[in-house]
């Protein structure tokens, strides 16, 4: 059974450039959440989807992020312009259900470095 | 706002003993409770989910905790093995949202 696969697993790149990080769920998932993670601030959800449906963004930080999901296979989370602050750790996790018994499963991260 | 706080400091435990992580909540009432187990360079794996009306939970080494009057999960792992060493997040859970711990570092020395 494949598990979520994230790429790229390590990105860095200069300040202003353009990042997307891309997530593939487990298959029959109907949830996907996109979460960043660093030593001051923990594991934050960011947005999660529901049948590629947008539903709960209010963790993205600012305009210059954005998140899709134009299938049940493939989303992506894209920062622009990128900034030195969101050097972090970005997990891309998928669920059978949100907020219910049932657990999250997730990817392995993407490191993400803005100098 | 919600909060969630796990022990302040890294536990180091000797190879053989019981290890006990706390997860303390304020603010919030949550239905479920999971841990996840995190290991350096990947993302957290699901351990064990506990419900609000279930006292104690079992898998093999591990148990957990919930009391909801003192707003608190204790997390155990009995005859604690090097390779348990990992960060060990708590997630109380509601009906609206899923809100993860800071993390719990625990080293077993052998």
């Known amino acids: 059974d494949a598990g979520v696969i994230q790429s790229p697993r390590h990105e860095v790149t200069e300040m202003g450039q353009e990042v997307t990080l891309r997530c593939k769920p487990i298959s029959g998932h109907d949830y996907l959440f996109w979460y960043r993670q660093t030593m001051m601030r923990g594991l934050e959800l960011l947005i999660y989807?529901?049948?590629?449906?947008?539903?709960?963004d209010s963790g993205m930080p600012e305009d210059r992020f954005s998140a899709k999901m134009p299938n049940a296979s493939f989303s992506t989370l894209k920062i622009q312009p990128s900034e030195p602050r969101d050097s972090a750790v970005y997990f891309c996790?998928?669920?059978?259900?949100?907020?219910?018994?049932?657990?999250?499963?997730f990817g392995d991260g993407t490191r993400l470095s803005i100098l | 706002s919600q909060k969630i706080e796990q022990n302040s400091e890294a536990l180091n435990i000797q190879e053989g003993k019981t290890a006990t992580l706390t997860c303390n909540y304020t603010n919030y009432s949550p239905a479920y409770l999971q841990w996840y187990r995190q290991d350096p360079g990947r993302g957290p794996v699901f351990l064990l989910l506990?419900?609000?009306?279930?006292k104690e939970k079992r898998k093999e080494r591990l148990k957990v905790t919930f009391d909801t009057t003192l707003k608190q999960s204790l997390f155990h792992i009995t005859a604690s093995q090097p390779a348990d060493s990992a960060t060990y997040l708590c997630?109380?859970?509601?009906?609206?949202?899923?809100?993860f711990g800071p993390g719990t570092s625990l080293s077993v020395i052998p």
């Open positions: 996790a998928s669920s059978p259900q949100a907020y219910s018994n049932q657990p999250q499963h």
């Open positions: 506990i419900r609000e009306n279930e």
């Open positions: 989807f529901n049948n590629n449906v947008p539903i709960d």
């Open positions: 997630a109380p859970n509601s009906y609206d949202k899923v809100i």
